[in-house]
Structure formats: C-alpha cells, structure tokens
C-alpha cells in the first residue's frame, strides 16, 4: 500500500486494505454515472448561445407567448415582487412565457433550489436570508415613502448586499440634508470590491432616501440652504483650506467638501468616492469608480446565478431526474480540536449500515461506494468551508475490498471519518451521507465552536465518546496525519453510543487554559439510569502538562465491569468552565448486540502544508480577515515560496487590504517573464488605478485589451482611468464602444450621459 495514500481501514481491529480507486474501479464507476445519470435530461448553455434543448435544439423563445406582469395570477405576481432584485433578466423572461400555474409553481420551488447553498438538506440558508431581509425593509424602509419597502434605494441595496457591517445616520444637521452611510464588506465571488460604502440622502431634505452618487450628485447636493451660503462664503473669501486635498482642488466642490468636513469626516469622503482610498477622487477628479461599482452591484444576481439554464427545462417542460430520500440511516459525531501546531481542525465521522451502500463486484473485487457532503455556516448563512471533492460537488468515497470483507460489511456498520482546517469562531455544520446509487441519503447538523490559542477563561471542547484510541510512537508532525488525530494521539469515535458489557467507556474532550494558569481542572463524569448512579468518576486536570498552546488531550475511563446491561445517561462537567454539563445517551451492551464499525479514514497533508494555510486563508477572507487571511497565507508561502496557488490569493488579498504598492512591487517582475498574460496586466492596472497612477493604469488595460480584445469587462474601467486622467473624449469614445457591443448597460448609459455633459462644459 502506498503510504502517500493509505487509509485507516479496520474490522473490529484488524487492518485491511482499503486504497482509493485504481483504473478497474474507475469502470464500474463510469457505470455506476451511468445508471444515475442516464435518464437525467442535459442541457448545453452558455450565456452567448441561444437556448437548447435536452435534444440538442435550438428554442426559439418568442415561439413562447409572453405574458405581461399584471396579468398573472396573485401569488405569481407577489412571487416576482418577492424576487424583483434577485432574478435575472433570463429566469424573469422566462418565467413570463410559462403556460400553466403548475409550471409556475415548479419554476418558483426550484429558484430556491438551485441557489441553496447547503443542497440536499431539509433548510435552504439563502431562501430564510432572503425573506429575513424582505420583512427588515419592509418594516424600517417604507415608513417615509409611498412605495413598498423592497421598491425603496435603500430596500434594492439591502435586499442585494444584506445588513451593513454599520450604519451611521445623521439624520438632522445644521449645514447638510439627512444622510445615511452603509460600510459593506462583501463576499469575493460576487465581483465588487471587499470594502465599501453607500451612501442615502433625502433630496431638498424631504421625501424617501435616495442613493446618492458622487459623479451626478456630487456633494453639493447634500448642503441645505445654510450649507450652501457656506460654501459662498468660503469661495468669497478665498478661505478655501482643503484639509488634505490638493491645492487645485479650489472650487465649489472643494468649498463644499470643506463644509462636509466640518459636519463629519466620513461624510466629506464618501460624498467624494464610495471606494475607501479612492486617489482619483482626493485629486480633484471625481471617478467614474464608484459608478462603476454601482453597476457591478447591479449584476450581482447574474453572477450568482450566470448561466441559468435549470429555468429552460421549466420552459420546455423538461424534469429533474434526480429524486433523493432522507431515509439512510446515520449517526454522527463533529468536533474542533486544536493540533499541535496551533492549527484548529474540525473532525467529523458518520456510520451507517454497511448493507445500505453501493456494493459493486468486479474481477473478483469488490468496491463500495458513496458520497459525504456538506457546508459549514456562519451566522450569516456564508459558507465559510464546505466538504466536497477535489472538482467541486459531494465527495465520491470509496473502498476496495475482499471477498471476506465485503460480506462483514454487508452485516455490519461503516464509519467513515474526516477532516478540515477551519478558523476560529461560532458556526453551523450541515453533513449529508449519501448511496449515490439508490439516491438515500442521511443527514446532521452541528453547532460547533472552533477555538482559539489562549482564551481569557478556562474553556474545553466538545466531549466526544470513543470506540478506542491510540498512543503512536512513529509520529511525525511533518508526515500524513489521520482524521481524528491530534499529535500523537489518534482517536476513533463511538458514534453509535454502545459500549461492550464489562468493557470501557472512553470520554475524550480538549481542555483550553489561559495563560498563567495555576489551578487545576476539575472533570467529573457520573453514568447513572432511572435506578440511580451507576458510577462516578472525577479527574483532576493540572495545567502544567498543557502544551505549548495550553491544551490538555483529556481521556476519562470509565470500567464498566460492575455495570449491567441497558440504557444510561453519561454526563460530563468541567469545573470553571463556560460550558454547561453535556448529557449523552449510552447503551451497555451484551458481546452479541455489539457491532464494531468497518473504519473508513483516508490519511492527510499535516498542518504545516501550504494547502492548509490557504484554506485558512480562504476562510478568513469570506469573514472579512484580511489581515488574518495574509498571515495565515505568509505562513503557507514561507514554506513554499512558488506555491501558486497561495501566490495568486496573496494578490487579490492584497488588493483587498488596499496595499496596491505590495501589488504592482510583486506583479511588475511577473510581467518581465510573460508580458502577454492579460489577468496580470489588467491586476497590475487595477492597482495603478487605485494608487491614482492613472496613466499606468491606462497604458496597463491598454496592453491587456490588445490581447483579450474589447469587452465590457475590460472598457468600462478603462473608460474611468481616462475619465479621471481628464482625457473625457478618450473616456466618450470607450464607453460608446462598451455600450455598442452590450447595449444592456443602463448604468453606463447614464455614465455616458454625464461624461457628455462634462465634456461639453
């Protein structure tokens, strides 16, 4: 067996082999999709090509009669006012040209399946994102307007991004009208920048607020008559200080930002650029940017969803194939523990019965297959990890076993056990174990706490009960570590609950002590049932055996000769600890009603690789760490400066720290050695841009639009570098073209319209 690909495979015990799939195997799976996926219909759409069908045909979708809004029933109209912001212009179109209410239904199910972040389980996170956001802005946004709250500036904005990282309202000031500013931090995958503002303001100080713009606007607009006589007096006296803008910045403009400054800081600069940093602003040029990031807000429903072709099988009346049964019986277990290292890792294991799996026999070999899957949560739905294969989906698990074997697993459970890197911090874990044959499938859902190096407090993890454990002489903190394995200790968890009669309860829980700690841990574990205790036990934990990260492995046995056969509770309690007492459910068991589990743990990278920083890193960056998500990656690059990976993270988490310097210092070489790759050169522009080189950001999107040829994508920031370069007929001549090969761009309609009415004055 390879040792770069061992698994942890045992039978009550007894190692066998159980090595990932080699070319026999690969057969018997490609027959294996082959019977899922046979009666499943396939559609090829990309977002250039007209609509096809599962038969290959081109759908010519004006051969389906368009039906206007209002003449829809009710609740299909409320349907497309519930989703007005979030659907895109090809799922509207073609939910208007659906011929029945039963195809509309199904259309407005499956909206919801296809953007659920965690498939397969019973909850859909976005779907109860989304309808908590539509009763926010229907109750906050609708107080000062006629419309509905979701119809406000203020309600598209928040049902798009969500609830700000904060909000600051001035609601009544002497020089300005009321303004709201919204921080955002938002997701990377959905194109905008990690770090922003918005900005409301009631226009003339009366009615609904509406989103300002720094290019139509401007921050005159915000100034109630006091404001402005202010800013006449400013220009009138020739006072016009620009704290901290430059010296030509010494017009109305600059008086206004002046008397912003005077109101509130942020203010003055949001009123300027809705980018945090933004130079081309500070330099007398108010950019294009923040318009440009406006219309990319817009198109976030196409980037969620960009190729929507589930909505033609609605059209055509095509079905999913793939019908799935929550009836696979399962029990598991998940747990955060902290390595050696200092890395937190979450554990997790899932049983089931061994006969409720694919089974397939080949050239005297037999293969069982299935699929483990599943997201781990943070309190805003986001997906901060999720568990799947190397090419995205479920992960495919398998095991290759004998004849022997496969009859011992037929009868009896399997347990299949993982792992992943994961930051510190509150989170939900949703976990599918599914026959990917038959389409059973079973399912759990954690609440985890990942910790951190040193709490304030004594603090302790989840108890877990073991099947067994054990002490490795051999272990190498820079070699394969096992699922479930913390430094030496490797540990298999007893998920099932049942313990052998006369055999041994073993309780396993981390505990976390605070620097300095002096006073010892007192744990206590009592097994008791409806007759009263059975047994007692406590154990005193000192914190001078911690390691180096003040953790102590805590393995509590408790003899169970003296215990007879049945059901008890076990509970757990740490003194001084936050958490409260845990209570499990045990059973005592005769030898014959004992089942040990086929054990299936596919051996890992340690903590030191690369790859595990990167996923921290990864992690940090969806929560908005990005300091953390740059040390956790310089760690990872430490140990393998060319890891490319890691390399093409450190950029973009760079840029989103605002250190475009960093940027252009570590791309710019990259260059020298392939100038003609375009993702770099338009990289290297974006930093030039946000450093206010806009002459080098120029020449740079120049070069990459040589290569890549003219795109919206590519010509509407390059039309803003010439915009705040003052070269307003080069910025003219861009966005017409922009606009000419995507007429669909309403935002650079307007953009246009502005730059023309600069350009003119």
């Given at each position: 067996m390879d040792p770069e690909q061992a698994d942890l495979a045992q039978r009550s015990g007894t190692p066998s082999d159980?090595?990932?799939?080699?070319?026999?195997?690969?057969?018997?799976?490609?027959?294996?999709?082959?019977?899922?996926?046979?009666?499943?219909?396939?559609?090829?759409?990309?977002?250039?090509?007209?609509?096809?069908?599962?038969?290959?045909?081109?759908?010519?979708?004006?051969?389906?009669?368009?039906?206007?809004?209002?003449?829809?029933?009710?609740?299909?109209?409320?349907?497309?006012?519930?989703?007005?912001?979030?659907?895109?212009?090809?799922?509207?179109?073609?939910?208007?040209?659906?011929?029945?209410?039963?195809?509309?239904?199904?259309?407005?199910e499956r909206f919801w399946v296809v953007r659920d972040p965690t498939p397969g389980t019973p909850a859909n996170e976005y779907f109860d994102l989304h309808y908590e956001r539509l009763a926010y802005v229907e109750k906050h946004f609708g107080r000062d307007s006629p419309r509905a709250g979701w119809r406000t500036d203020r309600g598209r904005y928040y049902m798009l991004l969500g609830e700000p990282m904060s909000m600051k309202s001035l609601p009544n000031t002497q020089m300005a009208y009321p303004v709201e500013i919204w921080w955002f931090h938002a997701e990377p995958k959905l194109g905008i920048p990690p770090f922003f503002y918005l900005m409301f303001y009631k226009s003339y100080g009366t009615g609904e607020m509406r989103l300002y713009s720094p290019l139509v606007d401007g921050p005159m607009r915000l100034l109630?008559?006091?404001?402005?006589?202010?800013?006449?007096?400013?220009?009138?006296?020739?006072?016009?200080?620009?704290?901290?803008?430059?010296?030509?910045?010494?017009?109305?403009?600059?008086?206004?930002?002046?008397?912003?400054?005077?109101?509130?800081?942020?203010?003055?600069?949001?009123?300027?650029?809705?980018?945090?940093?933004?130079?081309?602003?500070?330099?007398?040029?108010?950019?294009?940017?923040?318009?440009?990031?406006?219309?990319?807000?817009?198109?976030?429903?196409?980037?969620?969803?960009?190729?929507?072709?589930?909505?033609?099988?609605?059209?055509?009346?095509?079905?999913?194939?793939?019908?799935?049964?929550?009836?696979?019986p399962m029990r598991a277990d998940a747990i955060a523990l902290l390595d050696p290292s200092g890395v937190p890792f979450l554990h997790y294991a899932v049983r089931t019965e061994g006969g409720r799996l694919n089974l397939i026999e080949y050239e005297e070999r037999y293969y069982i297959t299935f699929e483990v899957s599943g997201a781990v949560l943070d309190g805003q739905a986001r997906a901060i990890a999720r568990i799947e294969g190397s090419q995205g989906g479920s992960k495919i698990l398998q095991a290759d076993l004998d004849e022997e074997q496969a009859r011992t697993l037929r009868r009896g459970p399997l347990l299949h056990m993982d792992r992943m890197p994961l930051v510190p911090g509150n989170y939900k874990l949703d976990?599918?174990?599914?026959?990917?044959?038959?389409?059973?499938?079973?399912?759990?859902?954690?609440?985890?706490?990942?910790?951190?190096?040193?709490?304030?407090?004594?603090?302790?993890?989840r108890t877990i009960l073991l099947d067994q454990f054990e002490i490795r002489d051999d272990y190498d903190p820079y070699g394969r570590h096992l699922p479930f394995q913390v430094g030496r200790l490797v540990l298999v968890p007893s998920v099932s609950g049942d313990f052998l009669e006369g055999g041994e309860i073993k309780v396993y829980h981390q505990i976390y002590f605070p620097t300095g700690a002096t006073v010892r841990a007192a744990a206590n574990y009592t097994l008791a049932n409806e007759e009263g205790i059975a047994l007692e036990k406590t154990v005193y934990v000192d914190p001078s055996v911690a390691d180096r990260s003040g953790v102590v492995n805590q393995i509590a046995i408790l003899d169970l000769t003296d215990v007879d056969t049945g059901e008890y509770r076990l509970t757990v309690d740490v003194d001084q600890d936050d958490r409260d007492a845990e209570t499990f459910s045990v059973?005592?068991?005769?030898?014959?009603?004992?089942?040990?589990?086929?054990?299936?743990?596919?051996?890992?990278?340690?903590?030191?690789?690369?790859?595990?920083?990167?996923?921290?890193?990864?992690?940090?960056?969806?929560?908005?760490?990005?300091d953390l998500a740059i040390r956790a990656l310089n760690g990872a690059l430490r140990r393998e400066p060319d890891f490319q990976e890691g390399l093409d993270l450190q950029t973009e988490l760079l840029m989103d720290a605002g250190r475009y310097e960093d940027v252009i210092r570590l791309l710019t070489p990259e260059l020298v050695q392939d100038p003609g790759n375009d993702a770099l050169l338009v990289t290297v522009a974006q930093a030039n841009a946000n450093s206010g080189r806009h002459y080098d950001a120029i020449r740079y999107y120049e070069r990459a639009r040589m290569i890549r040829g003219d795109t919206p994508e590519l010509l509407n920031p390059l039309a803003a570098e010439y915009f705040a370069d003052q070269q307003l007929d080069k910025a003219r001549q861009i966005l017409e073209l922009s606009l000419q090969i995507e007429p669909e761009q309403a935002e650079m309609e307007r953009l246009l319209n502005e730059v023309l009415l600069q350009f003119q004055q």
């Open positions: 159980c090595i990932p799939f080699g070319m026999k195997i690969m057969k018997i799976f490609i027959l294996v999709l082959i019977a899922v996926f046979s009666a499943a219909p396939v559609l090829s759409l990309s977002p250039a090509a007209p609509a096809t069908s599962a038969e290959g045909q081109q759908l010519n979708l004006d051969e389906f009669p368009k039906l206007d809004e209002d003449d829809l029933p009710e609740v299909h109209q409320q349907f497309l006012d519930d989703v007005h912001w979030i659907i895109t212009p090809t799922e509207k179109d073609v939910f208007l040209r659906l011929q029945s209410d039963e195809r509309r239904d199904s259309f407005a109630n008559p006091a404001g402005e006589n202010q800013v006449r007096q400013i220009q009138s006296s020739g006072a016009n200080q620009q704290f901290g803008m430059p010296q030509q910045y010494d017009g109305e403009i600059g008086a206004a930002y002046q008397v912003l400054q005077d109101v509130d800081g942020e203010l003055a600069q949001v009123s300027l650029s809705f980018i945090p940093g933004d130079s081309s602003a500070l330099m007398g040029a108010q950019s294009l940017r923040s318009e440009m990031m406006i219309a990319d807000i817009a198109m976030i429903p196409e980037r969620i969803m960009p190729n929507p072709m589930w909505a033609y099988r609605a059209l055509t009346g095509e079905t999913e194939a793939s019908v799935r049964f929550e009836t696979l976990l599918i174990l599914e026959n990917n044959v038959s389409r059973e499938f079973g399912r759990a859902e954690f609440d985890l706490r990942v910790p951190g190096l040193r709490p304030d407090r004594l603090r302790t993890s059973r005592v068991v005769s030898e014959d009603q004992f089942a040990s589990p086929f054990v299936q743990a596919q051996s890992q990278t340690p903590p030191s690789d690369p790859r595990v920083g990167l996923a921290l890193a990864r992690q940090y960056r969806v929560l908005g760490e990005t």
